[in-house]
């Protein structure tokens, strides 16, 4: 059993999964029974993975639609820029793409719209007007609330690590002057680092290797479907952000343990997380 939080009118629903969606409930909930849900959650997390517990040393964050309020940018850069080589592409194809690199992202709707894959050259032409477009777009707040949940793992002396499919130079560079002293240069994983990329586990298990912790201190962090599945499937504990316009039963058919709708519930709620 998942669980996914809503926050409206200042109070804490509960919507349990695995019920067809007219049927769903919202539940008004205490404290403490939000706690036990978290619980569980931990539970059947530890139970279904074999864990000898669950004790988190390191946070594992996705950039964009994460950290950064960034996913209204690269939607309007991805679809100029795929448009401009006569590449159908909407803005659900660009959350439901987001996590892998850009380059498999182009290979997908070469495939798709051409029949063949494309050229190293192609690949590099559109990231780079992408990535152009994304420059021109203007450059991405952090996401609210983000600074605070930052400094509150640091102040618990938990490494904070990111872990993204961006290659996007911008973006990567503005993590240091965005989070001052949060994440270490040397342990983040980037499109630059892995061969596969998100979905599959490699970036998260690269992450977890440089982290130095084991799978069971780990809470990984991403909005993106491709990127919970990343996530989940390095077998690790993973909260979906749901922070773009997807169901957020999508982010738990991909795998997620837990689902929030912002950075904001996660940073009220993160003692749930951390306690234990
Ligand atoms: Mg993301």
New binding site residues.
């Given amino acids: 059993m998942y669980y996914i939080f809503h926050k409206k009118r200042g109070q804490t629903y509960i919507q349990f999964s695995g019920i067809i969606p007219h049927r769903v409930k919202y539940l008004l909930l205490s404290l403490q029974k939000i706690t036990s849900m978290y619980s569980s959650a931990i539970s059947s997390f530890i139970k279904k993975n074999d864990y000898p517990g669950f004790s988190p040393k390191a946070i594992l964050f996705?950039?964009?639609?994460?950290l950064f309020d960034s996913?209204e940018g690269h939607v309007v850069a991805w679809i100029k820029a795929m448009h401009e080589y006569g590449l159908p592409f909407t803005r659900e194809d660009v959350y439901m793409c987001?996590?892998q690199t850009g380059a498999t992202t182009i290979n997908k709707s070469f495939i798709e719209t051409h029949g063949r894959e494309a050229t190293e050259e192609e690949k590099q032409e559109i990231y780079k007007l992408k990535s152009h477009y994304f420059d021109e777009y203007g450059k991405p707040a952090p996401m609210p609330f983000a600074p605070d949940l930052l400094k509150e793992i640091k102040k618990q002396g938990l490494q904070a690590i990111v872990v993204?499919g961006s290659g996007q130079p911008s973006l990567l560079k503005s993590i240091e002057n965005s989070f001052p002293g949060i994440f270490e240069h040397d342990k983040m994983v980037t499109a630059f680092d892995v061969k596969y990329g998100k979905p599959h586990p490699e970036p998260y298990l690269m992450a977890v290797k440089k982290s130095g912790v084991k799978p069971w201190e780990v809470i990984a962090i991403?909005?993106?479907p491709l990127?919970v599945k990343s996530a989940s499937s390095a077998n690790l504990f993973t909260i979906g952000l749901n922070t773009g316009p997807l169901e957020p039963e999508v982010l738990l058919e991909y795998g997620a343990n837990v689902v929030l709708d912002s950075m904001e519930d996660l940073a009220k709620q993160w003692g749930h997380f951390t306690k234990t």
């Avoid at 996705?62 to 994460?66: L, Q």
């Fill in positions: 996705d950039m964009d639609g994460v996913m987001e996590g993204t991403d909005n993106a990127g």
